[in-house]
């Protein structure tokens, strides 16, 4: 079965700091990976993905993440934060092209920005 | 771009009673979801839907629930009998034809549903 953990369900970073969120998974096919994003009173909104190309993947607002096969990792990463980054983070897990299975998320990270 | 839509964004309803949420998926897209996010908790799936018929199903869609594609349009959740632990925020989610197809669920903002 299908799963992703993600390490730590709060993060705080100082404005201008690197931010890392950790996510591993575990899958019984090669994954498809996705990073999704949720602002406070808001859906959900995707951030980048990762779909057996490139492994280093880019996304938006300067977020990008590294599939790593061996670690069974997609640690998410942005060089510089900014206030607007405060937001709760999701990993999520699907199964390849043609399958109707669904999506399955992480419990999230909620990204504290400080000044 | 294209988006999915949801309605209503936020509905009030007391315990025992019947809810439908609604859901316009985009519109070449083949598979439908529905997910539910209790306040402060995770993302959980409730249901997918493909070819007019359930996939899959979580544990937590129980006889209580029910989904429909009444047209070829609209993609709704129905809960015949409200509790109040069903008070969350529910998301459509749909996702397009195999060819084109990675995987990557396109999300509504959501359908925040409280429970008096």
């Known amino acids: 079965a299908q799963s992703v953990t993600q390490l730590g369900s709060h993060v705080s970073v100082s404005e201008g700091a690197l931010v890392l969120l950790r996510c591993n998974y575990s899958s019984s096919v090669p994954p498809y990976l996705f990073w999704y994003v949720q602002y406070p009173n808001q859906g959900l909104q995707l951030l980048l993905k990762y779909t057996s190309a490139a492994t280093l993947v880019k996304g938006i607002n300067g977020f990008e993440a590294e599939f790593k096969k061996s670690e069974t990792s997609f640690h998410l990463t942005k060089p510089s934060a900014h206030m607007s980054d405060a937001a709760e983070y999701f990993c999520?897990?699907?199964?390849?092209?043609?399958?109707?299975?669904?999506?399955?998320f992480g419990s999230g990270t909620q990204l504290t920005v400080l000044p | 771009e294209p988006e999915v839509t949801q309605t209503p964004s936020h509905q009030v309803t007391q315990m025992g009673q019947e809810v439908i949420l609604r859901c316009v998926p985009i519109s070449n897209h083949l598979y439908f979801y529905w997910y539910r996010q209790i306040l402060g908790q995770k993302v959980e799936f409730l249901v997918s839907f493909y070819n007019n018929e359930i996939s899959e199903k979580s544990e937590i869609f129980d006889d209580q629930f029910s989904v429909e594609r009444p047209d070829g349009s609209n993609f709704t959740l129905k809960i015949r009998s409200t509790k109040l632990e069903d008070s969350a925020m529910y998301f459509c989610a749909s996702k397009g034809q195999p060819v084109a197809n990675t995987g990557e669920l396109f999300f509504g903002e959501g359908s925040r549903l409280t429970v008096l």
């Open positions: 999520a897990v699907s199964f390849p092209s043609g399958s109707a299975r669904q999506l399955t």
